[in-house]
């Protein structure tokens, strides 16, 4: 099979990437590499990729309808598409509100339209968020739970994308599922989240600011786990018969939610040094708590996350000591 995965060079887009080509498939990977954050991560990511005869890379924006016009015209056979590019981040939606309206929900719309023109193509897997269900305060998160509420514009984009998602499903009959990440983690992760913030600081000496004075627990999920649960659904089309419109959303997470103050205490076992703590209030569009309810995804996809969070942290602090040479 051949499946487009957009996002390609970053974190999740990268190991989905890499697990397709293990099972067989050809990829072709898309992706803009801006500089969100460090570039030369993302180029590292990439030129793994490019080692493998299975993967081909298209340097283009989702947010450029043409290019994705282009892009379906071009790639014969493609039976998948996974798209995970968008601008990700909560804290920086307050400071570039146009790069979310931009990226997650235009560019969003021109994968739509990519698909509506494959004559090939059997799914859309595409990322959404458990950002989605906002300031619910009942837990764990199940898919059936009201998301009427989001507390950032990030939030706002991954429901919108579920909406517009639904509507292209209901008229143009494209198969899609949704995934609902919670808290992803591990090996080349993302520089700008918590448990890279954390191991980078406690390295370098520096001080941790810990939101809401460390009153916060998050369902965090390792990425070998969210691979899994990508190709699971991936391969598990929805038909027509199952559902009208041929559209699910599923969590993907961990089932476990974990104390804020445990979690750092991890990171400081596996690094071997003492963090510098510094409690902080709560910041705009975070929330206090998140788990998910992965009952349908175990029923549907088989999804069984397998790595806790103890055995996965050490994993990621391996990773980061080699990749930046401590």
Known sequence: MTIIVTGAAGFIGYHVCEALIA??????????????????????????????????????DISDDGAMVMLARRAENVTGVVHLAAQAGVRYSLLNPQAYVRDNI??????????????????????????????NEKL????????????SLYAASKK??????????????????????????GPWGRPDMAYYLFTEAIFRGETIHVFNHGDMRRDFTYIDDVVAGVLAALDRP??????????????????????????????????????????????PGDVKETCADIEMARRDLGFEPAITLEDGIPLFVQWYRDYHGH
Request: charged content about 20%; aromatic content about 8%.
């Open 23 to 60: 099972r067989g498939d050809e990829v072709i990977g898309v992706d803009s590499v801006n500089d969100y954050y460090d570039v030369a991560l993302k180029e590292a990511r990439l030129a793994r990729l490019q080692t493998h005869p299975g993967f081909s890379f298209e340097r283009a």
């Open 106 to 135: 235009s560019g969003h719309l021109n994968i739509l339209e990519m698909c509506r023109g494959m004559k090939d193509l059997k799914h859309l897997v595409y990322a959404s968020s458990s950002s989605v269900y906002g300031g």
């Open 140 to 151: 764990p998160y199940a898919e059936s739970d009201p998301v009427d509420c989001p507390v």
């Open 160 to 185: 919108a994308d579920e909406l517009i998602t639904h509507t292209y499903s209901h008229l143009h009959g494209i198969p899609a599922t949704g995934l609902r990440f919670f808290t992803v983690y």
């Open 238 to 283: 929805p038909s027509p018969q199952h559902a009208n419109p041929p559209h699910r959303i599923y969590n993907i997470g961990n089932h476990r939610s974990e104390a804020l103050l445990h979690f750092i205490g991890v990171i400081e076992q596996a690094v071997g040094r003492k963090a510098e703590l510094k409690m902080a209030p709560m910041q």
